[in-house]
RNA sequence: GGGCGAUUAGCUCAGGUGGCUAGAGUGCUUGCUUGACAUGCAAGAGGUCACUGGUUCAAGUCCAGUAUCGCCCA
């Protein structure tokens, strides 16, 4: 048998792929009585770009799925997308150029499938040609209606543990478009304000203060005035009241850190709501609320004189009076950063509305015992899950005033106004569209406000190992949770992973998975994470499989340690290639070799077979406890290492004459014999990584003897020959060589030139041993004689007399 | 402002629990058509391990601080 002399990887990839798909290669087998190995995929919003550093990521965890294939594990491996949400959301508009609430609920929601469905074929032809092993028929997204209906159960049950509750809570309003806003949709823009000086007088009449404000017209929110407890000018004013001018009611002067000394006076007013820390304050204060803003942006009643007046001639009318009345001492014109809508500009304000939270606070010991369960990789990282848990503020709000999302399963009774949950039976539901069953459990009443709001994201994708269960439903899997693995980046270790933790932890009073890898980003050559809304994506996927193959892909991405962040560069991309053609070039040379080679034939191994049987078992033993731990970068390294010097430029070297002659059988045989299984396990530490090259190789070559359908699903390499003999004096023996080839390269020589002798002294218990390598080294260092003598050390001296 | 990480050869990166002249690939220099591979082989040059202190017989490695960069949060 002959390999061609060069590998066409355009042509290999796309038919293995063929292969592998038209095989059931990858296919999981829920009756398989091996041990399950499962793969928590994440979702990834289908709006969006891929760019290069999401193939890094997911090519990480793609590795591990295979690895544990080959380990003999059952390995469940799905795909799924997230297509709901404020990211499709906003990708259908800007596509189909509509506003969603210009639509009902329902036509939106189809015009979101239309537009996610392209996105999800782009998707899976990219993964495909990758070589991504996951078993498409267990393809989820989260707009699935079974998917939903999860989800609704989830929120279902988290309320009958009663674990759910509504209260009152500020979010981001656009009082020009009359919508709630993420901070996804927001921007800072830059503009001119002014800092006005205002004058407080104190209750109890020992004195006044000054604060500086941008937003007077909240004057008559203000709730209560901080000070920073370090800060030794305004120590005297703690606990007293301070009476606010033109409104004259009383508000507490109270300390936090959060005061920013240096900024006016260090003195600040806290109102419902000027900004983020306004709302921090009142919920850790336990503050009054005092809305003075409508959702268009108007003054109302609790403004007094202000009302129905937009906030900009309010601010004009009250600044009039704060200076006619002697309260305003000065201004000073600044330019500051204002929060705004992306849209149109305007700036948000914060509305307070009724919203659904799941309690999380008063389980922060559980919840990080928990986190202590998960195995994480690499472990740094549970560092990042602690402290956020432990400084957690808020119970977790899911409700959105959105529009493409998971219902809430609920109305409210408009006689009673208490809220009436669906039947479980009845999931999904949508309460726009749909009624309650029966009458109002509380009061009987008939008729029902649906609630319009939407499930946040993260309350259905932090259900992703409970889908992948079919939890709760007619087809549930038995034993699948908890999963076996959690791929992650480390940006969402406070939302996806936490949230993760938290529902398993509510739901089933256990852990989502038993491991967590986190892999780091690709950052572009300037150093910063590539995303879509920065713009600065520097790969192309498409692009690069243009002008790379998958594997040279697959191993940059397996370049480095699991967890950093790597750089994107044109130049490091086609570093797999040298090892792709390397491995071709290697088996090319060794199937030449193998014709007679009989496999059944037992030999007395000579001693360089006896040292690179033992070298692969060394390699091959690192390189599984790196796989262990998810450090793949530790199996290419090792392996790299091994086959590349060990393997190819001294072994391969050194039993070239045995296995081109055939006057030595016994030689010959021992050398077949080392060099198919090294290089048969070399291809197998290889796979999980280059998945095409090695799978060619294997069918050429080894798949006639080995039997295994693909090198996908032979056994992971596990030797145990180990002889340290061979290891100590086949690496001294390759010192000798060494010598020789630094002799010629000195000597301006080709390899390939004879030497008179080598003149070796050892000690004798060193030469007993050394001697046994005598034909091999003849051969390789094309000398005539080698000259044995006894000596302290090693030293080795060539002589040529030309 | 807080948390986590990074800073090692021109470039991209390795360097568990401190230990002989700090490694790899790439790039550079020189030589070599070696019965697989010039997409190769051999040899060579190249580093105050960001900075300042400290612990120690011994620090790239441990501790404290400083600087710069990145991510996340505020």
Redo the contacts with the bound molecule.
């Keep these: 048998m002959t390999l061609p ?2 590998y066409n990887a355009k042509e290999a990839e796309p038919k293995w792929q063929d292969f592998w798909n038209s095989r059931g290669i990858f296919k999981y087998d829920r009756n398989s009585s091996k041990p399950v190995y499962s793969i928590d995929t994440p979702p990834p919003t289908v709006s969006g770009m891929i760019h290069m550093g999401h193939i890094f990521s997911y090519v990480q965890a793609e590795v591990m799925a295979r690895y544990h294939r080959m380990k003999g594990m059952e390995v469940y491996y799905p795909f799924c997308f997230d297509d709901n949400g404020l990211p499709s959301e906003r990708f259908t508009e800007q596509q189909k150029k509509v506003r969603a609430q210009d639509m009902t609920r329902s036509e939106f929601v189809e015009l979101c499938l239309e537009v996610t469905k392209d996105a999800e074929d782009m998707f899976r032809d990219l993964w495909t040609r990758f070589g991504f092993s996951c078993d498409w028929d267990l393809l989820y997204t989260t707009i699935d209606p079974w998917v939903q209906r999860i989800s609704q159960r989830s929120f279902l049950d988290l309320n009958k543990k009663g674990f759910v509750y509504r209260k009152e809570s500020p979010t981001l309003w656009c009082p020009e478009c009359q919508t709630a806003v993420a ?1 996804a949709e927001t921007e800072d823009r830059e503009s001119a304000s002014v800092f006005h000086d205002l004058e407080f007088p104190l209750a109890d009449g020992s004195g006044k203060i000054i604060i500086a404000t941008t937003r007077p017209e909240l004057l008559p929110a203000c709730v209560a005035i901080f000070i920073n407890p370090s800060d030794e000018r305004w120590k005297h004013l703690l606990g007293k009241m301070a009476i606010v001018p033109v409104y004259n009611h009383n508000v507490e002067i109270l300390a936090d850190f ?1 005061v920013d000394m240096e900024k006016g006076s260090g003195i600040v007013m806290c109102c419902t709501f000027g900004d ?2 306004d709302i ?1 304050w009142w919920q850790e204060y336990d503050l009054d609320l005092r809305i003075v803003l409508d959702n268009r942006g108007h003054m109302n009643a609790t403004a007094g004189f202000l009302e129905g007046m937009y906030w900009k001639k309010a601010r004009k009318v009250l600044v009039q009076k704060l200076n006619d009345e002697g309260f305003r001492k000065g201004g000073e014109d600044i330019q500051h950063v204002l929060n705004v809508h992306e849209r149109c500009g305007t700036p948000l304000e914060y509305l307070v509305n009724m919203q659904w939270f799941v309690s999380i606070l008063d389980k922060k010991d559980e919840l990080i015992r928990r986190g202590n369960e998960v195995n994480w990789y690499p472990p ?2 549970k ?2 899950y602690e ?1 956020w848990v432990e ?1 957690l503020k808020w119970d977790w709000c899911i409700s959105r005033q959105r529009f493409y999302g998971v219902p809430f399963p609920v109305w409210f009774c408009e006689n009673c106004n208490e809220p009436v949950f669906a039947r479980e039976e009845n999931l999904p539901v949508d309460p726009l569209e749909d009624e309650p069953e029966g009458p109002c459990p509380s009061c009987g009443g008939s008729a029902f406000r649906p609630e319009s709001d939407v499930m946040d994201t993260w309350a259905t994708s932090s259900l992703t190992p409970q889908i992948n269960a079919k939890w709760g439903e007619k087809d549930e899997m038995e034993g699948l949770l908890p999963m076996s693995l959690r791929p992650q980046a ?2 969402i ?3 996806w992973a936490f949230y993760t933790i938290t529902k398993a932890h509510l739901h089933s009073d256990s852990i989502p998975w038993k491991d967590i890898m986190i892999s780091g ?1 690709a ?1 572009n050559p300037s ?3 590539m ?1 879509k809304s920065k713009g600065n994506i520097a790969g192309d996927p498409l692009v690069a499989l243009d002008r790379y193959s998958a594997d040279e892909l697959r191993y940059w991405s397996c ?3 699991l ?5 994107f ?1 044109e ?2 991309l086609g ?1 797999g ?2 090892l792709v ?2 491995l071709w ?2 088996t ?2 060794a199937v ?1 070799r193998f014709e007679d080679f009989d496999r059944e034939l037992r030999t007395d191994l000579k001693p360089f077979d006896r040292w690179i049987l033992s070298r692969f078992t060394r390699a091959a033993r690192n390189a599984t406890s790196g796989m262990d731990q998810y450090e793949y ?1 530790v199996c290419i ?1 090792d392996g790299e ?1 091994f086959f ?2 060990a393997l ?3 072994y ?2 050194i039993a ?2 045995r296995l ?2 055939d006057d030595t059988p016994d030689e010959k045989h021992s050398a077949q014999y080392a060099l198919y299984h090294v290089l048969y396990g070399t291809l197998r530490l290889f796979a999980p990584v280059i998945v095409h090259i090695t799978e060619e190789l294997y069918q050429a070559v080894f798949r006639e003897n080995e039997g295994h359908e693909s090198l996908h699903l032979a056994p992971w390499p596990e030797p145990d020959y180990m002889d340290e003999t061979a290891l100590k004096y086949g690496d001294m023996a390759l010192q000798i060589i ?1 010598k020789a ?2 002799f ?3 000597a ?5 030139a004879p030497l008179n002798s080598i003149e070796i002294s050892a000690p004798s218990e060193d030469l007993i041993e050394l001697i046994t390598f005598e034909d091999d080294l003849l051969s390789v260092t094309r000398a005539e004689t080698i000259n044995w003598s006894e000596g302290q050390n090693l030293s080795v001296r060539i002589v040529n007399t030309e």
């Design positions: 002399k060069r901070q959060r983020t820390t921090e740094y990282f560092v990042r402290h400084n480390h940006d270790i406070r939302t980003h950052l150093r910063e994470k995303s370049s480095s340690k967890g950093n962040d790597v750089l560069s130049d490091v570093d290639r040298r053609t390397k070039n290697a090319r040379f030449s970068s390294r290492h590349w010097k190819c430029d001294n391969l070297e070239k004459k081109y002659s060494e080839r630094r010629k390269s000195e301006n020589l080709s390899m390939a």
